[in-house]
């Protein structure tokens, strides 16, 4: 099975900042990897898949690279909205695993 | 709009037995993958397992393989999961979620329900 690292598994940050959350696979995945958002006590919400391509809706200050097993979600400019935790998963082959998720608190 | 509604879920001693369900609308049910992804309370995402659009082919996480069992009715737009064999470390919530258009990512979820494994 693909393990997925992600690190920080913490990130302390201010309105503003620029983030970047990295996300390691155990094995080549190609490109097939999204970025999810969850807030405490509501389901996850899709941001990226296929490493880069944002999905419909999702503010242009984030943005997802990379390929075969490093990856980043960076956010341009943090806002007060995007404090949450964010996960990877590759879907590249059956089991499709999460990362362990970093959570993006304040400052 | 796409809506998914779990239910099913409550309270079970070990050893015994749960279905989960999820309702969809607003798709066509039978032009995608199915998803369930549990989360143990204050822990992370787990993938748990996926079904083909025809029901022809299903996956499961090693850590369910043998006791949980993925279905879907195309007639009633409905997504299942059969759990056998309980286990405390099943607790968690559970949602359903439907395979996004371009891959395998989970592009709508439903708000989840709570399945608790305790004497």
């Known amino acids: 099975d693909i393990q997925m690292t992600q690190s920080p598994s913490t990130l302390s940050a201010s309105v503003g900042d620029r983030v970047t959350i990295t996300c390691r696979a155990s094995?080549?995945?190609?490109?097939?990897l999204a970025w999810y958002q969850q807030k405490p006590g509501k389901a996850p919400k899709v941001l990226i898949d296929e490493a880069s391509r944002l999905q419909s809706g999702v503010p242009s200050r984030f943005s997802g690279s990379g390929s075969g097993t490093e990856f980043t979600l960076t956010i341009s400019s943090l806002q007060p909205d995007d404090f949450a935790t964010y996960y990877c998963?590759?879907?590249?082959?059956?089991?499709?695993?999460f990362g362990p998720g970093t959570k993006v608190d304040v400052k | 709009e796409v809506r998914l509604v779990e239910s099913g879920g409550g309270l079970v001693q070990p050893g015994g037995s749960l279905r989960l369900s999820c309702e969809t609308s607003g798709f066509t049910f039978n032009d995608y993958w199915m998803t369930w992804v549990r989360q143990a309370p204050g822990k992370g995402l787990e993938w748990v397992a996926n079904i083909k659009e025809d029901g022809s082919e299903k996956n499961y996480a090693d850590s369910v393989k043998g006791r949980f069992t993925i279905s879907r009715d195309i007639a009633k737009n409905s997504l299942y999961l059969q759990m056998n064999s309980l286990r405390a470390d099943d607790t968690a919530v559970y949602y359903c979620?439907?395979?996004?258009?371009?891959?395998?990512?989970?592009?709508?979820w439903g708000q989840g329900i709570l399945v608790t494994v305790s004497s």
């Open positions: 979620a439907r395979a996004g258009f371009y891959g395998y990512y989970c592009d709508y």
């Open positions: 998963q590759h879907y590249d082959a059956h089991p499709f695993t």
């Open positions: 094995q080549t995945i190609s490109r097939w």
